[in-house]
């Protein structure tokens, strides 16, 4: 593809604004597509890397700018030093300073000389976020490897739905529609694809065979394990992706609550929920976690799932402006919020019930510290080995009591869940 002055324009303008950290990073550029519906989809595909992989090694690559950082410059130093581009590929694009400029980093690479860091620069990471992480007892070693996970893009992986067709039938699809798949190491219905191909117009999207879910969201949904006929709780839906594989699970019966504060995430979960062809999902937008269609249900739900709002930094190789958006601050904010949520939903599980507790975050506090305080407020609930759940169901995943998952150990987003089940 060619690189054009224009193009880089747009990536400069969506970086300045994602750089503003007043809107998540994918709201700008679905702005800036919008605003300009001329742009071919290998050309959003190339303004989407090129600003997400700044997001990603901001630290460094300010260091490669040394004392004059714009979003121009940072543009410019990640397509030199991060995604390879050369002078001559760039040379309709940029003046003839930039060209010198890129001309000297293209130098310093070839020197091997390279700009003294420190831990969170090398990690990428906030300094706050970095000290977290050591405080929790990871070493540096540890951190910078969890950090080269997390600074690369994720893939893309799918979960297909069994009401539908099986995995195996939509591999065989996939490989005579040329698009190279495979399983998931771990969760039974997922599957991993090598590229990142348009399948909003597939067939199988569209009928809902397939829905795009990473792999550990879908080990929640088996945490969760619902069986048919059980009155089962996606306490914080969003957008559904869970709500659809609990369904699923429970072959379309019984009854699934799915709730949110939300009415606008909640309503994209109805054309899914269509597709999907399940007929047990009542979706509920709800005032607060003291809302009182919950407090009806008090007592009387089987199984519970609280996939918690939470500061999102297990989902960096996505979202790797939230490492920015996040402070300390709203990390506390957010796990006051997480143990009100935890108590509200806690009161919907009958006795012998189980209720789940999920982050996307690789924060303590936000973790098994929720879950601690909990316990010890409410007796009656005892922990459930998340490994044991999961191989009672033939999933092959060395856990113990709780559930961790991080990309560099298992190619999935950071996540944490805890199993809780009601006693008496």
């Known amino acids: 593809m060619k690189i054009t002055s ?12 994602m750089l503003r950290f007043e809107q998540p990073a994918d709201a700008v550029l679905s702005r800036i597509f919008r605003d300009h519906r001329d742009l071919g989809h290998r050309e959003r595909g190339f303004v989407a890397d090129l600003t997400y992989g700044v997001l990603r090694r901001r630290r460094w690559l300010e260091k490669l700018c040394g004392e004059r950082v714009t979003p121009r410059r940072l543009l410019l130093a990640a397509l030199v030093r991060l995604m390879g581009f050369s002078q001559r590929q760039l040379a309709e694009a940029l003046t003839a300073r930039e060209l010198e400029w890129v001309a000297e980093l293209k130098a310093q690479a070839k020197s091997g000389v390279a700009p003294e860091l420190s831990l969170a620069e090398a990690a990428d990471f906030p300094g706050w976020l970095t000290d977290k992480l050591l405080a929790a007892g990871r070493s540096a070693e540890e951190v910078l490897q969890l950090a080269n996970s997390l600074n690369q893009a994720a893939p893309l992986d799918l979960r297909v739905n069994p009401l539908k067709t099986t995995r195996e039938a939509v591999l065989e699809r996939f490989k005579a529609d040329g698009i190279e798949a495979g399983a998931c190491p771990y969760a039974p219905l997922g599957l991993r694809l090598v590229h990142k191909p348009a399948l909003a117009k597939h067939p199988l999207f569209l009928d809902g065979s397939i829905e795009v879910q990473d792999e550990g969201s879908q080990l929640l949904g088996h945490l969760v394990a619902p069986r048919r006929g059980e009155m089962v709780v996606d306490f914080c839906a969003g957008a559904g992706g869970k709500t659809l594989l609990l369904g699923a699970l429970m072959r379309s019966t ?14 994209k979960l109805k054309p899914r929920v269509a597709r999907s062809g399940l007929s047990n999902v009542h979706t509920a937008a709800i005032a607060s976690e003291q809302d009182q269609r919950i407090k009806r249900l008090a007592g009387k739900i089987d199984r519970v799932l609280v996939d918690a709002p939470c500061s999102g930094l297990g989902t960096l190789r ?3 402006d939230l490492k920015w958006r996040q402070t300390p601050d709203s990390v506390a904010e957010l796990t006051a919020k997480q143990a009100a949520i935890l108590a509200a939903a806690a009161r919907l599980v009958k006795v012998g019930g189980r209720l789940v507790y999920a982050t996307c975050s690789l924060l303590e506090e936000e973790n098994e510290a929720v879950v601690a305080g909990f316990l010890a407020a409410h007796p009656e609930f005892a922990r459930r080995s998340c490994g044991e759940i999961l191989a009672a169901q033939g999933i092959a995943l060395e856990m113990g009591e709780s559930l961790r998952l991080l990309p560099d150990r298992h190619g999935t987003d950071g996540f944490y869940a805890a199993v809780l089940e009601r006693q008496s």
Do not use: I, M, Q, W
């Open 6 to 17: 224009r193009l880089l324009d747009h990536a400069g303008d969506a970086l300045t604004a």
């Open 254 to 267: 019984g009854r699934l609550y799915a709730f949110d504060v939300s009415e606008k995430r909640l309503s």
């Open 318 to 320: 996505r979202n790797p």
